[in-house]
């Protein structure tokens, strides 16, 4: 069982910063690989980037260059920094534990409730 909790979104001007925070509780976190989601209103939840316990990334190619993902295995934290926002980057950002590598929303066991990112133009 893993519990996950977001933090650190807000209201941030088109061209900032904002760097999300993914808290995980649960003795087996480190044999999860990590993935952050979103969700923008009327549109499907999306796969943004993930991040296996070794370290190795991927991301969805809108996002690469601009978003960051890691994690912290000791402290049992995942982080989402994302650089150069858009408004087009409006939504809740969800953080998600998986066993497989995979864009499915379907395959990934455990989420967290979102946090809200809005990026005024």
């Known amino acids: 069982q893993v519990h996950l909790v977001e933090s650190g979104g807000g209201l941030v001007q088109a061209g900032g910063s904002l760097r999300l925070t993914c808290a995980a509780s649960g003795r087996t976190f480190t044999s999860y690989l990590m993935g952050w989601f979103r969700q923008a209103p009327g549109k499907e939840r999306e796969f943004v980037a993930r991040?296996?316990?070794?370290?190795?990334?991927y991301y969805a190619a809108s996002m690469k260059g601009r978003f960051t993902i890691s994690r912290d295995n000791a402290k049992n934290m995942v982080y989402l920094q994302m650089n150069s926002l858009k408004p087009e980057d409006t939504a809740v950002y969800y953080c998600?534990?998986?066993?497989?590598?995979?864009?499915?929303?379907?395959?990934?066991?455990?989420w967290g409730q979102g946090t809200q990112v809005t990026v005024s133009s």
């Open positions: 998600a534990a998986g066993r497989k590598a995979t864009a499915n929303v379907y395959e990934y066991d455990y």
């Open positions: 991040i296996w316990t070794d370290g190795l990334t």
